[in-house]
């Protein structure tokens, strides 16, 4: 009789520490989930910023030598995602042709990220002026809106190697 007041303070414990542990797991879990959508991290002042530049015809034609330069080998030439360095860094890059990739981020979001860079995403910094910061959110706006077009048709960089 005398091990059973032994054993129930142990199982009480137990009972006790368990709820705990599980309590702890799924925050983890979520952590890790949220990374590619979470742009809780950008400053609301940047967020809310309004994009000066119109998106022309000229304003995406600018933006167009940027992109080869600095974005295609990662993006991809057509925004797919499926650029040359992106494989080989086995990143995964959004598919920006998809119109749903872009539909909840603001023209400042785009921009902070553009210009500061984000988790994978490599700051443009000092390398482009302000305007060509806009241009390119132009840009990556006007790949979601050619529709009709399959990835691997309009991607002229998916040369095999
Ligand atoms: C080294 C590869 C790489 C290069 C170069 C690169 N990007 Fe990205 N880009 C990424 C990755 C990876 C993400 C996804 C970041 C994340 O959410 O974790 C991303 C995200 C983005 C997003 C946000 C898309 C979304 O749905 O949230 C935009 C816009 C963007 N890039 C534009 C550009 C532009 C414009 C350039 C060129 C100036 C560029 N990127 C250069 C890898 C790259």
Same mark, same amino acid.
């Given at each position: 009789?005398? +091990? ?5 303070? !142990? ?23 949220? %990374? ?7 400053? !609301?002042?940047?967020? +809310?910023? /309004? ?7 000229? &304003? ?7 992109? +080869? ?5 990662? *993006?991809?030439? &057509? ?10 860094? %086995? ?13 909840? *981020? ?6 902070? !990220? @553009?210009?500061?860079?984000? /988790? ?6 000092? +390398? @482009? %002026? ?6 390119? !959110?132009?840009?990556? *706006? ?16 998916? %040369?095999?190697?």
């Amino acid at each position: 009789m005398y +091990r059973l007041t032994l054993v129930l303070p !142990v199982l009480l414990l137990l009972a006790l520490a368990l709820p705990a542990q599980q309590q702890q797991s799924p925050q983890n879990s979520t952590s890790s989930a949220q %990374k590619s959508t979470d742009y809780s991290t950008i400053p !609301v002042s940047a967020v +809310r910023e /309004q994009n000066p530049v119109k998106p022309s015809p000229e &304003s995406i034609a600018r933006a167009k030598k940027w992109w +080869r330069l600095d974005c295609a080998m990662c *993006h991809g030439e &057509s925004g797919n995602g499926k650029g040359d360095t992106a494989r080989d860094m %086995k990143l995964t890059v959004p598919d920006l042709t998809d119109p749903a990739s872009l539909k909840d *981020h603001s023209d400042g979001e785009l921009y902070y !990220v @553009i210009k500061n860079g984000f /988790q994978d995403m490599p700051p443009e910094g000092d +390398r @482009i %002026k302000t305007d060509e910061g806009w241009d390119l !959110v132009n840009y990556v *706006h006007s790949l979601a809106k050619k529709k009709g077009e399959t990835d691997s048709k309009s991607d002229s960089d998916a %040369k095999p190697q």
